[in-house]
């Protein structure tokens, strides 16, 4: 595999692709290299893409279009598995910074942030959703629930729960 042959040259290959369709992701709404190097992808490309990204996250985050969500997406779940610490912090500053501009949506925002670190996302969301006042504030909690964890039947929301299993007994034999 050329990887293991030349893996300098196919991390800086790979990365600087990776950043030139980052780049290009608000004007196109796509970059697919994210998808490809997430699922197919070495951990020494994962680890390229994730070194070079990171810091550069937040410049791309208020790309709204679907496909662009996608891609996001598919980096800060690059940046989550191989960019150890420091990207990870970076990331989740970025995003944490997203919610309280207001530059991505709040429910996305916070998908995000539950990737990188389920603690952070999990106490933004609790800080979103307290304000149950009104018909409004509520309706808007709903749709951030909604948000958050409306996709977790198709894994691209982690399980906040872990591997423990939730049992409820009701005390019946």
Not at 33 to 51: E, P, Q, R, S
Not at 139 to 147: E, K, Y
């Amino acid at each position: 595999m050329l990887d293991q042959a030349h893996p300098n040259a196919v991390a800086e290959v790979v990365s600087l692709e990776a950043l030139a369709q980052l780049q290009q992701l608000a004007d196109i709404g796509q970059a697919e290299i994210f998808h490809d190097v997430l699922y197919h992808g070495t951990a020494n490309m994962k680890d390229a893409v994730a070194t070079r990204i990171a810091p550069r996250i937040v410049d791309f985050l208020s790309a709204e279009q679907a496909g662009a969500r996608n891609a996001l997406e598919y980096a800060i779940r690059i940046i989550e598995e191989e960019g150890g610490a420091v990207f990870r912090q970076q990331a989740k500053d970025a995003l944490e910074e997203t919610l309280r501009d207001g530059s991505l949506s709040t429910g996305f925002a916070l998908s995000l942030l539950a990737i990188i670190d389920a603690e952070a996302g999990c106490r933004q969301l609790l800080l979103k959703t307290e304000d149950l006042g009104s018909a409004e504030s509520r309706q808007g909690a709903i749709d951030v629930f909604a948000s958050v964890f409306g996709d977790r039947h198709s894994g691209r929301v982690p399980d906040l729960v872990g591997e423990q299993q939730c049992v409820m007994t009701t005390g019946k034999t």
